[in-house]
């Protein structure tokens, strides 16, 4: 286990669909974080683990937007509802140190709300 | 405010030249700093962390940090075309352990 894996790659769905994606840290990292970025921009926070503990979620996320991190393993979100606004890439990262290594990042998702 | 702020370019420099990257912050209470370069397409990779007031310089990179100006740098030396890229400032935000980032300035290095 070299990475941050996420899957799907790429996710392309119809308005008012509902979509879930995963994500897998690394093996010994207990914190998982799920960012949303959109062409231009940084990447902007959604929600935080620690082990299977959501600790923070942004302000700005809607309720159709959930995040699980069930066993303090791998992580899903799941948006229900998809808008176009929607479309973004979706990043996870994860950490064993926040303050020392910073985050490792995976490939992320993209996804195209049409 | 934002949170965290960067120039967003694009800023364009010569091969050989220094790069220079600013940012700036609004929390007085941030600990941790962070430089993510960001390639098109692809997702952000740590390059950097500072967490004292001072220079901190690994290879042809020099982060730079100053609390009472809330103020953070990157320094690029000896720039090359396989650093053109778009670099991330991010900050953790007062107590949190989730970071904050700016959108980002995209930098371009001509061969």
């Known amino acids: 286990d070299t990475g941050v894996s996420q899957d799907p790659r790429h996710k392309i769905t119809k308005r008012g669909q509902n979509v879930t994606f995963r994500c897998d840290p690394i093996?010994?990292?207990?914190?998982l974080y799920w960012y949303r970025q959109t062409l231009g921009q940084g990447p902007e926070f959604l929600t935080y683990?620690?082990?299977?503990?959501?600790?923070?979620k942004s302000r700005l996320l809607s309720d159709r937007f959930s995040a699980e991190r069930p066993k303090g393993s791998f992580s899903t979100l799941e948006i229900q509802r998809t808008e176009q606004g929607d479309s973004a890439m979706y990043l996870c990262?994860?950490?064993?140190?926040?303050?020392?290594?910073?985050?490792?990042f995976g490939s992320g998702t993209r996804l195209t709300v049409v | 405010q934002k949170e965290v702020e960067q120039n967003s370019g694009p800023l364009s420099v010569p091969e050989g030249a220094i790069a220079s990257l600013n940012c700036t912050y609004s929390?007085?209470?941030?600990?941790?700093f962070f430089w993510y370069r960001q390639y098109s397409g692809k997702s952000p990779e740590l390059i950097m962390s500072?967490?004292?007031?001072g220079d901190k310089e690994d290879g042809r990179f020099t982060a730079q940090l100053n609390k009472a100006s809330q103020y953070v740098s990157l320094l690029i030396r000896d720039s090359q075309p396989s650093d053109s890229a778009t670099y991330l400032c991010?900050?953790?935000?007062?107590?949190?352990?989730?970071?904050?980032f700016g959108a980002g300035t995209r930098l371009t290095v001509k061969p």
């Open positions: 093996s010994e990292h207990n914190r």
């Open positions: 929390d007085r209470g941030s600990q941790s």
């Open positions: 683990f620690q082990n299977e503990a959501q600790l923070e």
């Open positions: 990262a994860s950490s064993l140190s926040f303050r020392n290594y910073g985050y490792t």
């Open positions: 991010a900050v953790n935000i007062g107590n949190n352990n989730d970071m904050r």
């Open positions: 500072i967490y004292s007031n």
